[in-house]
């Protein structure tokens, strides 16, 4: 495996739910391996994409590549266990640091919210000082240093330093939240939706943080990404890709019935659930990307490196404009 650090492997834990891929001389001339979490965004959109037939209208063949989580997804483009990934631009802009040639294609803007409980007084990021906030995530997770950047514009202090912040995997931070243990929980856009589905209200979404620190347009943080090289020597369609994805977002934007179709694989409880997540992403879904994205890519890169992420400044990481597929 090329350059993966221990690290990575160990939080892939069983990285590949799939069984090992065909080489790619034994499969079809138009297929392309994508990578899907179960369950997760992604698995809607190939389900919408198959059941729409936008496959067949556009000539393409997805194999899908099953794995547990995004660690198990870079693993698998880096190993050339998969063509194509979806992840977050910072992580291709550290790996071409390190002299890989990605490219990302944007596929949503749809981020992550504050949640408090709906009676809760709490109204700005001033009213959360000295509360336990839960955090999706490690004190490292980019959500989580904007927020702390954010707090420090807004209001001359570190939230770091003025809370308690509870971190931990998204599922149980909602679970503590619901229990009422936490009196705000930073999340992950489809727990932040499902929570609001509940009562829960948003009180700061870091789509309003990023917009706070300066950046603008929101660039997608979250898209498509495969190594350049590899797609121009083995002929691989990622252009049949991103057209399949874009003809289904548009289904997606417009078709209520389609979230009915695609509902079993979201595994909601109610319809308000099912509504919650619906136009959560639906917010998400990009126009495309230009020179505007790629200046505010830069900006909020920048930002991050100036704010100490640990893994950007650790791997020495530059803003390069050719990562992004325009």
């Not at 899908?64 to 291709?92: C, G, K, R």
């Not at 904007?146 to 939230?159: E, F, P, Q, V």
């Amino acid at each position: 495996m090329t350059d993966v650090t221990r690290r990575q492997a160990i939080a892939a834990g069983t990285a590949l739910l799939a069984a090992p891929l065909l080489p790619r001389p034994l499969l079809a001339a138009n297929a392309v391996r994508l990578s899907s979490i179960r369950s997760g965004s992604v698995s809607w959109l190939i389900e919408t994409i198959r059941a729409e037939g936008i496959d067949k209208k556009v000539g393409l063949t997805l194999d899908v590549v099953e794995v547990a989580s995004s660690a198990a997804a870079s693993i698998a483009l880096l190993s050339d266990s998969a063509d194509v990934i979806v992840s977050d631009w910072t992580w291709a802009m550290r790996q071409r640091s390190k002299g890989y040639d990605l490219k990302f294609a944007p596929y949503s803007t749809a981020l992550g919210s504050v949640m408090v409980p709906q009676k809760s007084p709490a109204q700005s990021i001033a009213d959360l000082m000295g509360k336990r906030i839960g955090v999706a995530g490690t004190g490292i997770d980019k959500s989580w240093i904007l927020l702390r950047a954010y707090s420090r514009k807004m209001t001359g202090k570190d939230i770091a330093d003025e809370s308690e912040p509870v971190f931990g995997a998204a599922p149980l931070v909602t679970e503590e939240f619901r229990s009422g243990r936490l009196d705000a929980v930073l999340n992950f856009w489809t727990y932040a939706a499902r929570l609001q589905a509940e009562g829960a209200r948003q009180m700061l979404s870091m789509a309003d943080v990023v917009h706070g620190l300066g950046v603008s347009p929101i660039p997608a943080l979250v898209g498509f990404i495969w190594s350049d090289k590899e797609v121009r020597d083995k002929g691989i369609p990622v252009d049949k890709l991103l057209l399949a994805e874009r003809e289904a977002n548009a289904v997606l934007a417009t078709s209520d019935a389609a979230w009915q179709r695609i509902r079993p694989l979201i595994r909601v409880t109610s319809d308000r659930e099912l509504e919650a997540i619906r136009d959560y992403y639906r917010a998400g879904i990009t126009d495309g990307w230009g020179a505007n994205e790629t200046a505010a890519a830069e900006k909020m890169t920048n930002l991050l490196i100036e704010l100490g992420d640990a893994e950007l400044v650790g791997d020495g990481t530059r803003f390069d404009q050719n990562l992004f597929h325009t």
